[in-house]
């Protein structure tokens, strides 16, 4: 179980911020960009969150603090009761996160990478190698596990990324935009792994714009607009409040209808 209340993350406003246009912006204020206001929600054993939000309303910031890159001004993250604010090792070891921004090194094979992330996490000798080859499966990675990170696919990549970031067997998995840029094939791929997490009990996290996955595959939905967590509950509710059957203008209706701006 994975709780986060009440978060709050702000950046010192550069001067390149400000002549990009920033300052139109409602939550520049006091020399700061208010990038996350105020996010709640929470996501249980077996669950899926769908992360919502239009685009720069908050949602990469949320996950990188989750993930432990970021530090929040204030709030709290909790996993299974554990403060993972005040206690980062423990949080770096029980989630895993994907983001748009992980490379891989580009000298190593696929195998290698995940292999070596493995290796980070304490693992080694029959329980690496078996942990690994499972995922290899998974994923459907086992023609170009030989192959050097710098020469596959971004669908290959992002497979990759993918089996880099859960090795570990993560207690929450927190996924940016996880099918994003990626064919058909591959996409289908990355839901049938994130459906396998959910029928195994991982709580998983995901950000997206595709309501079709979310349909697919979502039990909570969480929406960010400006910063604020506007929705948090399950899906059911979310198309009653949002007074339509239809994800998407659901959606719509939230935004426009939102009172926390
Ligand atoms: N380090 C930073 N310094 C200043 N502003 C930042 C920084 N990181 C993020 N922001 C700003 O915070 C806002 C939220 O960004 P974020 O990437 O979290 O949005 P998002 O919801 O993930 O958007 P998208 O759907 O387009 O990926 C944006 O306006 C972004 O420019």
């Not at 990478?113 to 459907?140: I, Q």
């Amino acid at each position: 179980m994975i709780e986060v209340k009440a978060l709050q993350k702000r950046f010192k406003l550069t001067k390149e911020h400000q002549q990009k246009g920033k300052s139109k912006d409602v939550r520049e204020h006091d020399g700061y960009f208010h990038s996350v206001k105020n996010v709640s929600f929470s996501c249980a054993q077996g669950e899926v969150l769908g992360l919502l939000g239009p685009s720069g309303a908050g949602k990469t910031t949320t996950l990188r603090m989750l993930s432990t890159a970021l530090k929040p001004d204030s709030g709290q993250i909790t996993i299974n009761g554990q403060d993972i604010i005040k206690k980062p090792l423990i949080g770096r070891r029980s989630i895993g996160f994907l983001s748009g921004s992980t490379g891989l090194y580009g000298r190593l094979s696929a195998r290698e990478n995940v292999e070596y992330f493995a290796k980070l996490h304490g693992l080694k000798g029959r329980e690496l190698k078996s942990r690994c080859d499972a995922l290899f499966e998974k994923l459907d990675m086992t023609e170009f596990l030989d192959k050097r990170a710098e020469h596959l696919s971004t669908g290959m990549k992002q497979k990759t990324n993918i089996a880099r970031a859960v090795v570990h067997q993560p207690d929450v998995v927190v996924l940016d935009e996880p099918t994003t840029g990626l064919d058909i094939m591959t996409t289908q791929t990355v839901i049938n792994f994130i459906r396998e997490l959910k029928s195994n009990g991982t709580p998983v996290i995901f950000s997206t714009h595709h309501l079709d996955e979310v349909a697919l595959l979502c039990d909570r939905i969480c929406v960010i607009d400006k910063g604020v967590s506007c929705f948090d509950d399950s899906v059911a509710q979310f198309k009653a409040q949002g007074k339509s059957d239809e994800l998407n203008q659901a959606f719509m209706n939230l935004l426009q209808g939102a009172a926390h701006v």
